[in-house]
């Protein structure tokens, strides 16, 4: 049984940084990709970044520079650590895995698991 946890959310000033993370469990594929989302209401679900199990990062244009995804792969852990953040960055946050490499991997087809997510407000 697979779960992704988020942790890391909160409030911040324009400009400011935040370090989210997701925590894996029961996770055991030894090819993945690992993804973060945002979504905002009303909207569809945007990819923010992306890392597999090559350590090959993918970002959204729109973080690209601000933000930067790594991993901890003994503890099943993946980071997203924004900075410079702006009114705009402002959503729900996910973290989602997949069982294998994606093809597209800022699409949120490609994901099978989904955390619960974590709010995140710039003001």
Same mark, same amino acid.
């Given at each position: 049984h697979v779960q992704l946890v988020e942790s890391g959310g909160g409030s911040v000033q324009a400009g400011g940084s935040l370090r989210l993370s997701c925590a894996a469990s029961g996770y055991t594929y030894s090819s993945y990709c690992m993804g973060w989302f945002r979504q905002v209401p009303g909207k569809e679900r945007e990819g923010v970044a992306s890392i597999d199990s090559k350590g090959t990062t993918v970002y959204g244009d729109s973080v690209q520079g601000r933000f930067t995804i790594a991993q901890v792969n003994a503890k099943n852990e993946v980071f997203?650590?924004?900075?410079? %953040?702006? #009114?705009?960055?402002?959503?729900? @946050?996910?973290?989602?895995?997949? +069982? *294998?490499?994606? %093809?597209? #991997?800022?699409?949120?087809?490609? @994901?099978?698991?989904?955390?619960? +997510? *974590?709010?995140?407000?710039?003001?």
């Open positions: 997203l650590q924004m900075d410079s %953040l702006k #009114p705009e960055d402002t959503a729900m @946050y996910y973290c989602a895995a997949s +069982g *294998t490499y994606a %093809l597209s #991997p800022l699409q949120e087809s490609e @994901y099978k698991f989904w955390g619960q +997510g *974590t709010q995140v407000t710039v003001s």
